[in-house]
């Protein structure tokens, strides 16, 4: 299925295998039907959040994704490089319209120029933030002109999602949290001057989803876990600050 997404690549072939594409069960959804204890306190429901992972065709004709490099004065994630989304809002239909309103917001990125195509198994951030990726194809890159929001993006620019299956420049790190062991790791870009890490939550999410893509396993050990949610608000604990690799 490779040449599908090879140079000269059929993006309506892509958008058509894709959209049969079915995730697994999410792990993190809270059970309606538990009750807390007697003076237990409250229960704990994640908050839920979606990130777009936006696909376009490069001058090569291989699969690039745009990503963004938070702004430095956030009071979380400042600087780090990310995919655009965020928390889900009231007025969100789904988790889709959550991903593709929060790319508009950050990066100008007008929702009709993207054709969804899936979502993709959801992850836990370490704020206990359950993250559903949607998989977005950009069918005209030139039709993007970004506006950047300089509240929350420094810049934005974009990397081969392939990379994301190769043992090259990377990295990575062993860690425990909520009992699982897991790897974290750290992709270096360059792109002229500019040095980017790739890393933590959105290299993983761009693992996974290389990986649905391409239809092949990365070329190194991937080792995600799937953690167990508290049952009580009060035995929330965030995973252990990390730093990406340099």
């Known amino acids: 299925m490779e040449e599908e997404v ?3 690549a059929d993006m309506e072939a892509l958008v058509r295998r894709l959209r049969l594409h079915r995730p697994g069960p999410s792990p993190y959804e809270p059970s309606a039907a538990v009750a807390p204890a007697p003076g237990a306190g409250e229960l704990f429901r994640p908050r839920r959040a979606a990130v777009l992972v936006c696909l376009f065709r490069g001058a090569a004709g291989e699969l690039r994704v745009i ?12 600087g780090e490089v990310a995919l655009p989304g965020g928390k889900a809002e009231e007025g969100d239909a789904d988790d889709a319209a959550t991903a593709l309103r929060e790319s508009k917001e950050e990066i100008g990125l007008d929702p009709a120029l993207v054709t969804v195509v899936t979502s993709l198994e ?7 933030l359950v993250v559903v990726p949607i998989i977005g194809i950009l ?4 039709a993007f002109k970004p506006v950047l929001n300089a509240a929350e993006v420094d810049k934005f620019f974009d990397v081969p999602l392939e990379m994301f299956l ?8 062993d860690l425990e949290w909520m009992g699982k062991e897991f790897t974290i790791h750290h992709f270096s870009y360059a792109k002229g001057d500019e040095k980017y890490m790739i890393w933590g939550l959105t290299a993983g999410i761009l693992i996974h989803a290389a990986s649905v893509v391409y ?8 080792k995600r876990a799937q ?5 009580y608000s009060k035995e929330c604990r965030s995973m252990p ?6």
């Open 215 to 222: 239809q092949r396993p990365p070329d190194f050990a991937e």
């Open 122 to 128: 959801h992850f836990l951030s370490k704020h206990l």
């Open 6 to 8: 090879g140079p000269g």
């Open 241 to 246: 600050r990390q730093e990406p690799e340099h």
């Open 227 to 231: 953690f167990n949610l508290p049952k």
């Open 166 to 173: 190769k043992d090259e420049n990377r990295a990575s790190n």
């Open 139 to 142: 069918s005209d890159i030139n």
């Open 67 to 78: 990503l963004t490099k938070r702004s430095s004065s956030l009071s979380t994630h400042s």
